[in-house]
């Protein structure tokens, strides 16, 4: 008989009559669950489930986990004793399809792509199809897949669980803690900057969207969302399983909301939740240039990129920790909310310190600039020569700030007045532009090869 194998996890093919021998036990749902929500599409989830256990060894089922295809780092935690667990297809709810489903054309789709053919048979861990040459296809977690016909599609993840094999020292009733993690659960944070020119002020606005693609509707969650750096690490929490569970970076800024009350995540579904919000934030605004980094000769105009410097800590209204996320720059003076700029946030933003958004590039500030470049064959010198003419025709005063790509092998030669700061990588001079104005800067940079 010829068979095709897809994906390289498989287990032994059972009999529809095996299904019953072990005598499964159910658990359809927790009694309480908690959810941590990362901000990389994975979640720590710790449950706890009342188990009707016999003594000696049980064979539970358990259902209601979101996405148990993706499940990672089970563990155990209460008095019985956890031998295996693995995930499988739930043989009450796979009955039900199968009764319409069974002979009929289906296309699955999942992990190990598209594969079709006609539906014979399956097992808690299998599913077994005849494609149209005759050949039987085994397809190995089906709990990973789609099943469509010409006139249904079904999700084979609603009808998963685990499978746990455990060992009950006495019969009754255990309070079982799960603790795991679990994929297609996660969050973003979105920053809104709702920004009014004349009166130098801004509004800010952070929301939390939480996202569930797990194929199960997670009711009652006491939810909790975190924002910073992770790592797992092996522990035992007391069970007898020992996994990993996300272990929080504390050398940087954390952040971590806990809702007062139990949340629903329907499946599909993007929830948007207002973390924070606070308004009249006073800001300055800068204009940014930057002169060529690869020290090519020509000429040509630029315009400065206008950053939006917004005071943080004591004293400011913006005074919380935010998490990370992306930061919108919005302007409503047409009335309709109009995209000026954006910023990532890359990890947690602690007051303390201005926080700069980048916005949109200034149309009454320009610059001209003119570089040559020089190379001294014989002494193996590099010359590069800057002249810089800033205009400002707007109507205020405008600070600008220049930045030169440059790395401390370079020495610098000004003639210009206006002050400088030299860091490992650029050179950057920083003035007060009147409006109407004009400043000329001239400066050379040598470099020995």
């Known amino acids: 008989m010829n068979m095709r194998f897809f994906l390289f996890l498989f287990f032994v093919m059972l009999p529809a009559a095996a299904l019953t021998q072990p005598g499964y036990l159910y ?6 669950m908690h959810i941590t929500l990362f901000s990389h599409d994975f979640a720590s989830i710790y449950e706890v489930r009342s188990l009707e256990l016999e003594r000696g060894r049980n064979h539970v089922i358990l259902t209601g986990l979101p996405d148990a295809g993706r499940i990672t780092e089970l563990q155990l935690i209460g008095d019985a ?8 297809l739930d043989p009450r709810g796979m009955d039900r399809i199968f009764q319409t489903l069974r002979g009929e054309q289906v296309t699955l789709k999942g992990p190990a792509g598209t594969v079709t053919g006609t539906l014979e048979d399956y097992t808690l861990g299998m599913l077994s199809l005849r494609d149209e040459n005759g ?8 709990n990973r897949y789609q099943v469509v016909t010409a006139s249904q599609r079904v999700d084979l993840r609603e009808q998963s669980g685990v499978l746990l094999v455990l060992e009950a020292p006495e019969t009754g009733t255990y309070e079982t803690g799960l603790l795991y993690l679990s994929g297609s659960l996660g969050w973003v944070a979105e920053h809104q900057l709702q920004v009014d020119e004349n009166a130098r002020r801004l509004s800010w606005r952070t929301l939390a969207h939480t996202q569930n693609n797990t194929g199960a509707i997670l009711q009652n969650v006491h939810l909790q969302l975190f924002s910073g750096n992770v790592q797992t690490s092996r522990i035992r929490t007391g069970g007898y399983q ?3 569970q996300p272990r929080y970076q504390r050398a940087v800024p954390s952040f ?3 809702f007062s009350n139990a949340v629903d995540l329907p499946h599909g579904e993007r929830l948007q939740t207002v973390l924070y919000e606070a308004g009249g934030i006073p800001f300055e605004k800068e204009y940014h240039f930057t002169v060529s980094a690869h020290h090519t000769s020509g000429e040509r105009r630029e315009r400065p990129r206008v950053h939006y410097v917004i005071p943080t800590g004591e004293g400011s209204p913006l005074n919380t920790l935010l998490p990370s996320g992306s930061i919108r720059l919005l302007n409503y003076d047409s009335g309709e909310p109009v995209l000026i ?4 946030l890359n990890e947690p933003f602690e007051p303390g310190s201005p926080l700069s958004v980048s916005g949109s ?5 320009t610059m001209d600039q003119t570089i040559t470049q020089t190379r001294d064959v014989r002494s193996r010198q590099l010359s590069v020569a800057a002249d810089l003419e800033v205009r400002n025709t707007s109507g205020e005063d405008a600070l600008i700030r220049i930045f030169h790509s440059a790395d401390e092998a370079f020495v610098l030669d000004s003639s210009s007045h206006v002050p400088h700061e030299r860091t490992r990588d650029h050179i950057e001079f920083r003035f007060t532009l009147e409006a109407g104005g004009t400043e000329t800067l001239h400066y050379e940079l040598s470099r020995s090869n």
């Open 361 to 365: 590039r200034a149309s009454e500030i």
């Open 135 to 142: 050949e039987q296809l085994i397809v190995a977690d089906p």
């Open 341 to 344: 700029g954006d910023t990532e």
């Open 81 to 88: 004793k956890l031998h295996s667990s693995r995930v499988v």
């Open 242 to 244: 020992t996994g990993s």
């Open 256 to 258: 971590t909301h806990t």
């Open 27 to 32: 658990s359809d749902g927790p009694d309480e």
